[in-house]
């Protein structure tokens, strides 16, 4: 490509119009009119007889011109005549304009004015081989940095012939600071010019200027006929579906839909590595990323990385493995074609630093190129379906220039034999482009691709790139004419890079129309790729199909309507009496759905080619659609549109690539979560909630919920999912019933706070119908976690990069949102010239009422090495004066992130509140801060639920709590599992001693506890257990082991049991939970115990198992497999595509989650391929295999 993807800073090259260049266009031959309103006067930029002051030379000897009669044309009578005795040394670009001839200008020039440039050229001496004459007409600075506003190609013969060009001026030029220069390097000619003259017609668009358009751009244009009935022939095939039943007998009446899901010919797009998977350095909005992603899959089938595989991005190690694997991955995932760009550019400013300075040794130079060559295309095997072996060799040539032209072949021969199944392509520009009449740069690709071939180079393609400027846009009849000259010489040709830069927004939708319907007819040509689609990810905005809002421009809705329905079929019809069901279709792969009896069956065909494709249907009625699936309310549940319509809690969560299915899954640090209000659930239903999570270490816990009630953000039901070991993805389902009542559900992914860094990694969230009779038992309500509310903080994770908005100083200092060292994420707020230790960051908050519970918390560090203390507070300003509330007070450095926060803090005050403002300050110091993932929120509504024990989470200080003695129970901050406090068993003497709670317990039942211990510091590690003391009237006692674990002051452990038997005879006095150790008598924690009647926690189910396979015979060397499955439950079975259902080899099911039906509700799961080796199915951890000797359907 030519520029950077976005742009590397390299210098524009010729064809380049400027980024300044606010309108571009075409020549378009007729008389110029002047303005018919009070526009500026048009005045002259070139002097009074520009003829003669064509003084400016540059390779051409000043004899070379002179003035020359002319007669019979009433235009003009004087002529400048060129006679250009040689052509130039260089066979490259910059031979072009090697020998040039210019006239300055007379007049300034205001940036954006309108201009129209004229000349009149014929040839008296045609160039050696040819009948024309050729230059370039180029309007820029006269030296550094030559900023053009106009570059436009010339090809003239014997008779005069006028051209005219209407332009914008680039940037402003002073009176005598451009030129009009004539590029003359083409080989020896003589050529006459007159009539020369370049009119400013001043700012805007004034009346007269001329309108632009392109031969063959009526409607009625003769070529449009040709182009279809090309299209028709060379782009579509018959498609013929059979439906029989299991006896073979023809199938009157099916309805038969025959969908195209994937063009056999390439429409692609040049993209973003990190945009596609939604990396920050991608620089884009979550919701930006999720565009961009779904119009790269949506819109285009082939997908080319703009710079990740270019040799210096290749050598980025980090950038490979993070980025550019990564993208491949993705795209591949996403079923989309991949172009490999490239892996020779051949000038040093396009090459790593270190080849330039091997250009005096030509075999050090060799091998390092070839060493790379065979680097990047070896890991591209497999990958890429097509290789860019060289990128634009006319005018990058600085190693060809030291180990010559044949040294390409060479590399293409290397590309070869390391990536043997990928198509090679010699891409370059200037082929089509500029009105077809690039004929010396289309003369030196022709050559090189002609001795190429003659050679035996295994080249397969020519990519032509097509980046056309609103000068001269190539008429379509001149394009096939350029194409089938090159697929003579027996390569296919791509379209590789095409756009159109005009702000003639319907010129710019017509042209890419005619050029794309030109080029589909072709069958010569096998892709038409653009070069990026949205303005804020593109070199040049103009050249866009959307703009940065995402509103398709009027080239893009031109570009849908070709590829989305002009060349896509989509029919439906039935079948006649013999069973057969025809249509003419575009080549492709397509999904056929057969319906008889309200049956459906699904089959993939493939037909890639003009010889169509033909397949049989078995209707026999073992096939249910899957529409019958049920709705899954729980929306982005799969997590492939980065948690969209989610709700962040705590510090928020990230996007994990580790996913169960698909390319994401929601990733949570402790202390974050995520909520979603559910509609469309009915009381009295039973749902199954399913999920599945998985944990990087130990010392946390994660939870996939529901929670609901009478009134929205009041719980007065919980049920959860808990995941505190699971290392590997697991599912779990629990069923549920919302009781009479609610009117506010909401679903639940929540990783509890802790010391770790261990982190939860949650998937495939669906809530459905249990569907069965009677349902499967229902688990028992939740006690924890306590969900926190929403924090009324703005930007509080610092996730908006581009500002700080929400955020002041209290106080004198600077904020700024940077991405120095954040704590999560990818943004931080930076704060810097403090002058008081008091001052810092600081936002507005409401508080809904005086002597409310409110949490909060922010990770602060010093920016620099050093130690102060930090502090969170809330400043409150009444009536009757000021008040300061302290959230919490820690030590922080600027060696690591320290949290500082509170739970439960009581807020009130006197007097009428005018102000509210939380914010974060130091005690002593005035150091730079960093601080991220702030949060200040309104406590929880605790969930009400069946909990036996009071204050089991110690929020409440030691409310329901005491000692067996000898020990005592203290409330501590010091430690915590969760909340603000905990319940310390401190002063024992014996290990049977600790924290106890009085409850109820009913005879004969069975219950269900936890709770969460760890040792005081320096406490040698023991055993924890969690009993209940029976005492009876008559002073006997009976003691009933609860829970157990191994238990040290490294963290926090859970101790947990359910299905406990508890009974006792004679009369109980009362009944005692405690925690005690098994030996040592040293200081423990406990906080977040429960105790509850006994329920399961998970649904019980069987897994689904997939059953024997009939196969069909599809004719054309495809066979389809209908798998069946045993679901032995009452209910529906969410099972993802993904690590636990999948195809092998190579072919995989819908790309969809599969909702297993119930019992005898079985639907077949339909896979078409080649039959060549065996085809598995692995569902749960079970398989099935078909081969194309199966028995037949």
Known sequence: MRRSFPPDGRPARRRALGAALAVLATAAVGAFAAPAHADPAPFAVLPANPLTTFTEFKSLPTSATQIVPVTGNANFTQALQIAVPNGPTSAGLDGEYEITLGTPTAAAVTTGDALVATVWARSTQPIAGGTTGNAHLVFETDGNPFTKSMNAALQFGVDWQQFQFPFRAAVSYPSAGAHLNLWLGYGAQTLQVAGVSVTDLGPGDPAGYPKVTYDGRDPNAAWRTAAAQRIDQYRKGDLTVNVVDPQGRPVNGATVRVAEQKSAFDFGTADDA??????????????????????????FNTVSMGNNLKWNHWENQTERDTLTYPGLQWARAHNLNIRAHNLVWPSYGNMPTDVASLAGDPAALRKRIDDHVTDEASAMN???????????????????????QNEIGSWFSLAHQAAPDARLSLNDYGILENGGEEGRHRAYDYNLLSSMKAAGTPVDVIGMESHFNGLQLTPPDQLLSIVDQFAALGVKVGVTEFDVATDDQQLQADYTRDFMTAMFSDPNVTEIDNFGFWAKNIYNPLVALFNPDWSPKPNALAYENLIEHQWHTDVTGGTDTRGVYGVRAFQGDYLVTVTVGGISKQVKVSMPTTAGASVTVVADGIAASPATAPVNPVGDGDFETAAKGWTPLGTGPATSSDAHSGGSALALAPGSGVTQNLTGLTPGTSYLLSGWAKLSGAGTQCYIGVRGGATAGKPTFQYESTYSDERGYTQKLLAFTPPTGTTWTQTFVWSNPNPTSATCDADDVSITPTSGTPPPPQAPPAITPYLPTPSALG???????????????????????VAATPHTGTGDLSVTGRTAAFAGPAQGVALPSNGGLYDSSAWLRLAQPGTDTGMVSLKLTTSTGTNTYRFGTATITGDGWTRIGANNVKVSWSGTLTKAEWWVSTATGTEDLLVDDASFAPMATPVAGADLLGNGDAEQGLFGWYCFSPCVAQTATDQVHGGATSVRATGREFNYTGPAQGVQVTNGAQYKTSAWVRMAAGAAGTTAQVRLKLTMTDGSSVTVPMASAPVTADGWTLLSANNIPVSWTGTLAKAEWWVSTTTGADDFFVDDAALQPAGVEQTAFNPVQP??????????????????YSNANNYYIPVPVGTSNFFTTGAADRGQTEYFLPFQRPKRVAVTWDGKSPLTWSLNGSSQTATKTSPAC
């Open 274 to 299: 990190a945009r596609l998977i939604d990396d920050p350095s991608g620089g884009i909005t979550a919701a930006d990323a999720a565009h961009y992603q779904d119009i790269s899959t949506s819109l």
């Open 382 to 404: 497999g990958i890429a379906d097509e290789i860019d072996v060289v990128n634009e060799p006319y005018s990058e040539h600085n190693v060809q220039d030291v180990l010559g």
């Open 795 to 817: 930007n509080g994770t610092l996730e908006n990069h581009a500002n700080t908005t929400g955020w002041y100083c209290l106080g004198t200092c600077t904020l700024k949102n």
């Open 1107 to 1124: 059953t024997a396979a009939c196969v069909v015979d599809d004719q054309g060397s495809q066979y389809t497999a209908y798998f069946g």
